[in-house]
């Protein structure tokens, strides 16, 4: 337990004493029976039973999921602010809801063990209607199940049969409420009537490979959207009817997308060849891009997956985890080296920077002479790297072709960041994307990966289903699952175990945060010199209860103190630096410094740094922002956050 931790544990026993039992059988028993609490769809954890295909282990194998329609309710007796968020939610959108779901392999522990046995599959859930910037709080995103991958790998089809049983408590299979054709809810004292469907399935490459069984990036068609894109050193290149493609061939016109129907067909020619004719079986799953499994999602008729409607690539696994942005950095960095404008250039020039303390800085990612850095510090980093790019490598006159490659594949970066603000529209989208990969090829030549063809439906896919997910916020999630499973080394009960500490987990964190109100995080009574400064600059009463805080949640976003923001005052931005939070008898409001406007272009503005605080609304909090740390009366570069490069951009 940290200090932290302890401090706090000590604070709430002194405010509200020693519970009257606490034993670790109390405890047990306390989560049992919050986390299988009845609702109006039955028990809140429910049991689902697989029947295993593995000889050595021929006993059941049992995994609870987490009934969603009941867990909406229970969230809903819990908080005021979620309750309202969810009904606001079936109100606009007329009781319809869109069913997103996102799928991930999760390892407690020693990630390098090759027999790490507490491995498990982890299945979440949300909303889509909910809209931005709510789906960005991880308090909005449920779980639904989680199987340890050793029981999965004794089930028929595995992942992919995980998934479909937890999509069955959605859509009501055998006999219960299908959402499909309606439910009612109990949200508290209100009963409503909502339906929907499944809208999006997003997940790494791997996890799509394990659900729906295309055959992936190594299969004859490395893309299970495309009848006609071939990996380009299949045999069957090239086609002298024209017909079949190279998927290193970046013009979409030439793609011949499925249809459901024609996904549809080659799950029923699987099925009847695996019947009349298995020994032809393998052939003709090379030829279509997907494997036959009898107890998979795509075969089976309950659930009748739209496919071309709900598959969706990630950009953040594309683009940023062994995708096309980071393989770009090395090339440019491995450019630059013989211009002595390599990895230590780039590192030097990099920690000259200031990042909001509430994101993933980039400071070190050139810091152990290689590029290196998570998905969050990497896109970090593509501000600055662009600067970069266009003030130091341009200007010097060398490797230009990679500098313009380089802004390219940050400027995608930046927009598929806002996809979802809807600022930013399908076709603009494309656009950047081809141009981009058509600048790395100028550049490098050839140096293709599956990766840059999938990038290419991405607009597709935002026009479809109106949004890019990626997965940045669902891998955080996954530290909830990992401190429930990573203490319990006994994995007799494991998966039931960590379910149900997940679940009241979940409904006490909804219970004690907000989900989109701006407020502050972790407030203290403010200090004796911050009051009496707020008592001086504004009317405020004496009697007047002042909390502050060093960080406050805006527009989904931690700012804190020492951060530089822009902000939205009077119509127009403006950027400051943070010096405190505070609310005055429950109005939130900040002191910040405003910083003098001097010059601005399409990426930053250059402003004068002045210390002198002014006390303005939080709500005006836009976005914090990066900066070049200057001191007061000097010149400060501030980089655009995307959204304000995208508009002053539209304004030119």
Known sequence: MT?????KLFQQIQEEGLPEAFSASTQARQKKAIACSATSFGPLLQKHTFESIDPKHPEDVD?????????LEKACEESASFKKLLIDTITKHDGHLTIVLYSDEVTPGNVLSNRNHRKFHAVYWSIQEFGWPALSNELVWFTSTCLRSCMCNRISAGLSNLAKASLKSFFGYPSAPDLRHG???????QRVFVRGRLGVLVQDERAHKFMTHCKGAGGVKPCCLCKNVLLPSSNMLPDTTGYCISAKCYDVSKYDLHSSGSISGIQARLKKVAEEDPGDLSRIEILH?????PEGLLQDPWLDIDFMQVFAWDFMHCYLVGGGYEREVG???????????????????????????GYAHAKDCFSTKKFTGTASEQISLSQVISKYARDVVIAKGVCVEMAHSMIAVCDVVGLLSIANSGLVSSKDLGVAIIHHLSLREAAYGDVWKPKDHWVTHLPRQLLVQKALFSTFLMERKHRVLKRAAQSRHNTQGFDCGVMEETTVQHLHDLKLHAVTDVDLLGPKPASRKLQQAIVEALPVPPTAQIIASRSVHVNCRA??????????????????????HAKIDGVLVSGISLWEIVSFDLTLARCLVHDRPEIVPTAAIVE?????????????????PPKLKLRAAQLA
Request: hydrophobic share 50%.
């Open 331 to 357: 090339f440019f960095c491995e450019a630059l080296s013989p211009h002595d404008l390599g990895l230590a250039k780039l590192d030097q020039y990099v920690k000259r920077w200031v990042w909001p303390q």
């Open 289 to 293: 891009g997907f494997k036959y499994e």
């Open 559 to 580: 700012v804190y103190v020492g951060d530089v923001v822009a902000l939205s005052i009077a119509g127009s931005v403006q950027f400051g630096k943070v010096w405190f």
């Open 624 to 640: 914090p922002c990066v900066f070049f740390k200057a001191p007061p009366g000097s010149i400060s570069q501030v980089l655009f």
């Open 3 to 7: 200090h932290a931790a302890m401090e």
């Open 63 to 71: 995994c609870w999921i987490q009934h969603p329609m009941g867990f």
């Open 183 to 189: 439910v009612h809810l109990q949200l508290g004292d």
